[in-house]
């Protein structure tokens, strides 16, 4: 898949030359700049949301605050990071609402131990997802990812799928280097020990058809 | 070197993959399975989520979204 690519320090970021062209009035500048990182965005407010409807909604919102709010971009920043962090915010406002109005912070409390030192130390399959269809597999990596909190499912996403450093996901998350770090950690070693019970070695069938009738009724 | 000393490095094992390994870990990994496993298999989660995306938008819905906002746009939002 494509993953964000970093960009050397002292060349220009091709999306600054995108964002001067909107500001001087060229909508068809932001045109590129939404097909580029729609898919990204979609799949944060997904992550944060867990809901189809209003990761649409934060999608949609994002975008169009993105393009408000375009004066106040410095381009000293990345675009990319600047957006996320607007997406994160819409999509902790869905939450809220959501909620009824109990406070969602992507900073909330994820102090736990649990899956921090794993406990299943079985070794997996050699290709495990070839145990499984597509649909299967996509079933239980969703429902895995899942299990963990927003704020580590928002980090691996943005660390290890989309491949943005660790500095630009503190900066778009509004969060320090080390809790980042630590959240990466946490929610990798978390990730690992989930999927041990349909990698490992003589895994069984039978779980992945639970799964796959478990993720029909969500 | 312990096995929890080991883990807590096993971010930089993971995120520097190209930069030789240090000795000492290389050393805990020789004689330490539960190590070995742990960091294969936390590569390979990663590698398995890179691979196979989730929460693909349809191109149906992508359009649709893409159209409203530059609706939007082109208004002034």
């Known amino acids: 898949m494509a993953t964000i ?17 909107v500001r001087a009035g060229d909508v068809s500048a932001y045109d590129e700049l939404v097909r580029k990182y729609d898919r990204q965005v979609f799949r944060i407010a997904q992550h944060i949301t867990q809901n189809r409807e209003d990761a649409e909604d934060v999608m949609q919102d994002a975008f169009l605050k993105a393009y408000e709010k375009l004066d106040q971009f410095q381009g000293n920043s990345k675009f990319y990071t600047w957006l996320v962090r607007i997406a994160v915010n819409e999509s902790l406002m869905r939450l809220r609402k959501r909620r009824t109005g109990k406070m969602v912070s992507i900073d909330e409390d994820v102090a736990t131990d649990d899956g921090s030192v794993p406990r299943d130390l079985a070794d997996w399959a050699p290709d495990p997802e070839q145990n499984y269809t597509q649909s299967e597999l996509q079933k ?3 429902k895995t ?58 895994s069984t069938r039978s779980a992945a058809n639970s799964t796959a009738s478990d993720g029909r009724k969500g | ?62 359009d649709r979204l893409h159209a409203a906002i530059m609706a939007r746009c082109k208004k002034g939002c």
């Open chain 1, 140 to 142: 239980i990596l969703e």
């Open chain 1, 5 to 21: 690519q970093p960009i050397a320090e002292n060349e220009q970021h091709p999306d600054v030359a995108l964002v001067e062209r």
């Open chain 2, 1 to 62: 070197m312990t096995c929890t000393e080991f883990l807590a490095l096993l971010d930089d094992m993971i995120d520097d993959s190209a930069t030789a390994m240090r000795a000492d870990l290389q050393e805990h990994l020789r004689t330490c399975d539960h190590c070995e496993v742990t960091l294969n298999t936390t590569r390979k989660t990663i590698q398995i989520y890179r691979s196979h995306q989730l929460y693909e938008m349809p191109s149906s819905l992508r």
């Open chain 1, 145 to 202: 990812i899942k299990g963990l909190p927003p704020g580590f499912r928002v980090v691996f996403e943005l660390r290890d799928v989309q491949g943005l450093s660790t500095e630009d996901t503190a900066e778009a998350l509004g969060l320090s280097v080390p809790a980042v770090k630590s959240r990466l950690l946490r929610a990798r070693l978390q990730l690992r020990e989930r999927l041990s019970r349909y990698f490992k070695r003589k």
